[in-house]
């Protein structure tokens, strides 16, 4: 039998020959032929699982649980078929079957999926930010709506740990923060300019060079981001602000194709894929501490921003959830209504929101 892919790299059922699977099961068993895609590489925390979970043990799930089908994967990592910014696109299209979809890229279409950006400082663990966005997308219409209009079905939501400052000098109050050029990515902008301090847009190839070169004064960035750039050796003083670990999208597989698959490779790619999610949860726990760890090993100063400059920063930050529940309210989008959900399932997780964002709403 046959799956019908509308793109080149889709895959397609055949009955294979059992010496083609090592000619353990004496009755012919069917290849499912799939890509799994990624615009970064698998260094990186929410996508080496796609590798290591979901490709690593779907043969082996499969054949535990006496399936017929094995998957004869194609893997397509470090944006050998698309760009980062078209994760979202390639997996909607067909380009890949199934992969990671940034959702930090697409704040028009998918913009519940980005909704612990205008709430920040309030999670503590990888755990919260990653359960509350999982429960969201299990219980919630609106959250489910999203993946459907853009023909993907989604399993696990990916994301990082906290941002904190990297600078050239020591930051001792907010107050130190005013007028500092930081370099980084859009999305903290709506976060440092409250304080005072002015974004620098850039990627994270061009970080060292523009703290090094005085284009920035640092920057805001999660410290697993940090690390691997060696931005510390540049920017030598890290405030440990704690904004709170954030969701930004996922792993999702295309649904023309998954909902071709048979039963239970639907079942084993499902569980896999929420599997996904808490071993990057895992990941980023430990690279986290090995990280600070080496920073203090290799020279840089770490400190902890004080609770009360911590409370001020977020109280600092305006109406920055209202702002964006009406901008969503305006096309359609009942963020109003998920804000306040959302704001009681972090809390059942556990956090301690510094603020309720969904107080004035």
Not at 157 to 178: M, N, Q, V, W
Not at 307 to 327: C, F, T
Request: net charge negative; aromatic share 10%; proline share 6%.
């Amino acid at each position: 039998m046959k799956l019908n892919r509308r793109q080149a790299v889709a895959g397609m059922i055949s009955l294979t020959a059992p010496a083609l699977l090592g000619a353990r099961p004496a009755f012919a068993q069917e290849t499912i032929n799939l890509t799994m895609s990624s615009s970064h590489p698998t260094t990186i925390a929410w996508v080496g699982p796609l590798k290591t979970v979901v490709v690593d043990r779907s043969n082996q799930l499969l054949e535990e649980r006496g399936s017929n089908y094995r998957i004869n994967w194609t893997e397509a990592f470090g944006g050998s078929l698309y760009g980062f910014q078209d994760t979202l696109e390639a997996v909607t299209q067909n380009l890949t079957d199934m992969g990671w979809i940034g959702s930090l890229w697409e704040p028009s279409t998918l913009p519940l999926q980005n909704i612990q950006f205008p709430t920040p400082f309030t999670t503590q663990t990888v755990e919260q930010a990653f359960n509350s966005m999982n429960r969201l997308n299990d219980e919630e219409e609106a959250f489910k709506a999203e993946w459907a209009a853009q023909n993907i079905s989604y399993f696990g939501c990916c994301g990082s740990d906290s941002y904190h400052l990297f600078t050239k000098r020591p930051i001792e109050s907010l107050a130190d923060l005013e007028g500092l050029k930081l370099v980084g990515v859009p999305t903290i902008a709506p976060w440092i300019e409250p304080v005072g301090a002015t974004l620098v847009t850039s990627g994270l190839p061009q970080m060292y060079g523009q703290i090094q070169t005085g284009v920035g004064d640092g920057t805001m960035i999660i410290g697993t981001g940090a690390y691997p750039l060696k931005l510390h050796e540049v920017a030598p003083y890290i405030t440990k602000v704690d904004t709170g670990p954030i969701s930004f999208g996922g792993f999702g597989i295309n649904s023309d194709v998954y909902n071709a698959l048979p039963e239970d490779v639907q079942q084993v790619l499902a569980e896999l894929g929420r599997e996904y999610s808490h071993e990057n949860a895992r990941l980023i726990k430990e690279r986290e501490a090995v990280f600070f760890e080496n920073f203090a090993n290799e020279g840089a100063t770490i400190s902890d921003m004080p609770q009360e400059q911590r409370m001020e920063w977020a109280d600092r930050l305006g109406d920055l959830a209202k702002v964006w529940v009406e901008e969503q309210e305006a096309r359609g989008v009942p963020a109003r209504a998920m804000l306040k959900r959302y704001m009681e399932v972090v809390q059942e997780e556990g956090a301690e929101p510094l603020r309720d964002w969904a107080a004035d709403v």
